[in-house]
């Protein structure tokens, strides 16, 4: 299994393309934070780093990016091919999904920490500049990255399973979002009892974003962690019972 | 195509190879009510090259995935040193295999493709680097493997299947996209490595370079065996005998009293197969019928193969 996380962690270093998305969430992530810090929204004097509404930016777009991270892990090598060596390599399936869910929760980690760091390096300079004297402590903020890691590395393992079980690219990046940035917005006024309880939901539960009255962080960790299992397996078992032509 | 000849390869010393390599016993695929592969059965052995013939949509590629577990069999089983292929210990040091010309993320090099896949099976890099030099890709290493020719991609596959030092390989197609370098070199790889005592099955549509690469022959049309032969008995099978004579009724009744079968007659020509020259002479001389030319006609695989699976459809 060593061999097999190791090949996953190289395969992720040595794409471009995922270069391409590092570049793309630091861009996001850096026009964001100077929308919300020039804008109309105010930095607050009176909350600490952690609660600044900039700090949101990060909390919203690193989990999306976690999420296209995971969905490329298996529809990349369907739509290349490369399943077919990685298979042969390793024919044991399980194992490659588990090497391929350790190898994009660390990328997940790794874009959450990116899109913190970049939001501070830029938001904090323009609140000085604005004469907001920007208080933080090391507790508030290890909770918020925390959060914010928890709530990637699941959307990276969402991502895995329903690539996995989709298997087209296209398809599985635009349902997903399709349903994560508009499907759940129109059901929520349809069926808004049903709709809090929604992955999207949960997700903005864990990193403290709107939490809802039901789903406290600990709560929407608890729900979305039950979406990715479900995922996962169900990637799994379509996995060990799919033929390879 | 500036690949090292097999004269180039590390000799090794290793372990005389279990016979057989291949085992596939009644094996079968459906897909829905289609019947790719039915209740086929072959063994591939070590020390020659087993060539995998059969037209275009027989279920060569299907087999050839039942063996490496990429596709599971409704019946029947498929083993490599007795062991179904998942359950192999360390797979790519006994399997190598090329089943897709492109197989590989474009936008990665040619050399990452193979440290990724020799990560997965605990192969050091500098392993790499000597297979990158044995396919004769090392200078184009660096390179995006989406830029390479179907030749180069064909090689890149290749040194894929042969990270692991591989004691059995299974290739599908091989030859497709190579130039006449890459065909002569793949031929003389391919027979280099199973005189090392090592198993090869490779599948071809391409007949003329399977008459010059393989030994042995494993015939299926429609899923089903045809014939499992050396290339040699394949093509004396069809061989025929091409007799001139005036009285070709008489011989040909003489030849048919005698179990000989007579294919053709074409003018003052009969065409006799399965018989050599010495035993018809002797049924002409027998019935006094005059001979007046007698001569084999040289079967290639192309006519053995058309016959087989002509008969067979």
């Known amino acids: 299994m060593r061999n097999q996380i190791w090949s996953e962690f190289r395969k992720l270093a040595t794409t471009r393309s995922v270069y391409a998305m590092l570049a793309g969430l630091i861009g996001v992530v850096a026009l964001g934070v100077v929308a919300t810090t020039t804008g109309g929204e105010e930095g607050s004097l009176l909350v600490p780093l952690e609660q600044q509404v900039f700090m949101n930016v990060s909390l919203t777009i690193a989990p999306l990016f976690g999420l296209l991270l995971g969905l490329r892990a298996f529809t990349d090598e369907f739509r290349f091919g490369s399943i077919v060596p990685t298979l042969l390599a390793s024919p044991v399936r399980l194992r490659v999904l588990g090497a391929k869910l350790v190898a994009t929760g660390g990328g997940g980690t790794l874009l959450a920490v990116i899109a913190v760091v970049v939001s501070i390096v830029i938001g ?62 129109i059901l929520s006024g349809l069926i808004p009892h049903v709709a809090k309880y929604f992955p999207g939901e949960a997700g903005f539960a864990v990193v403290g974003i709107n939490p809802t009255e039901v789903l406290t962080p600990a709560l929407g960790a608890l729900l979305l962690g039950a979406y990715a299992l479900v995922a996962v397996a169900l990637g799994g078992i379509l996995m060990q019972r799919r033929d390879i032509t | 195509m500036g690949a090292r000849s097999t004269t180039d390869r590390r000799p090794v010393e290793r372990t005389p190879l279990s016979s057989p390599a291949i085992e596939v016993r009644g094996l079968t695929k459906r897909f829905g009510s289609v019947r790719a592969v039915d209740d086929l059965s072959f063994e591939v052995h070590p020390g020659v090259v087993t060539g995998f013939l ?105 040194g894929a299947a042969l990270l692991g030092e591989p004691r059995i390989l299974i290739l599908d197609e091989p030859a497709n996209g190579l130039d006449p370098q890459g065909i002569r070199w793949l031929r003389d790889f391919l027979r280099g490595f199973a005189a090392e005592g090592n198993a090869v099955l490779v599948s071809s549509h391409v007949l003329t370079e399977m008459a010059q690469l393989a030994d042995e022959a494993i015939v299926i049309n429609r899923g089903r065996l ?81 016959e087989l699976t002509e008969e067979d459809a």
């Open chain 2, 54 to 158: 059969g037209p275009n949509g027989a279920g060569k590629s299907t087999t050839l995935r039942m063996i490496l577990g990429l596709v599971a069999p409704s019946e029947g089983s498929a083993t490599v040193l007795g062991l179904m292929y998942r359950r192999l210990p360390e797979p790519t040091g006994v399997v190598g295999a090329v089943l897709e010309t492109q197989s590989f993320n474009p936008l990665r090099s040619g050399r990452n493709h193979l440290r990724v896949l020799a990560s997965a099976s605990g192969i050091p890099d500098r392993r790499v680097d000597g297979v990158l030099e044995l396919i004769g890709l090392e200078k184009a290493a660096r390179r995006n493997a989406g830029t390479y020719s179907l030749g180069m991609r064909q090689r890149l596959g290749l």
């Open chain 1, 124 to 185: 904090v300079p323009i609140l000085v500049v604005k004469n907001i004297d920007v208080t933080w402590s090391i507790g508030g903020l290890a909770v918020v990255v925390g959060r914010l890691i928890g709530a990637t590395v699941l959307w990276t393992a969402i991502g895995v399973g329903v690539g996995l079980a989709v298997k087209h690219q296209v398809a599985a990046i635009a349902g997903t979002l399709v349903w994560i940035l508009a499907a759940e917005g």
């Open chain 2, 226 to 306: 045809v014939r499992q032969a050396s290339l040699s008995e394949l093509t004396s099978d069809s061989r025929e005998l091409v007799v001139v004579t005036p009285e070709k009724e008489r011989l040909a009744d003489a030849l048919h009293e005698r179990g000989l079968e007579v294919v053709t007659v074409d003018g003052d020509e009969l065409h006799v197969s399965g018989a050599d020259a010495a035993r018809v002479g002797m049924v002409a001389f027998e019935i006094r019928v005059p001979v007046l030319g007698l001569a084999e006609k040289e079967s290639s695989l192309e006519d053995a193969f058309l």
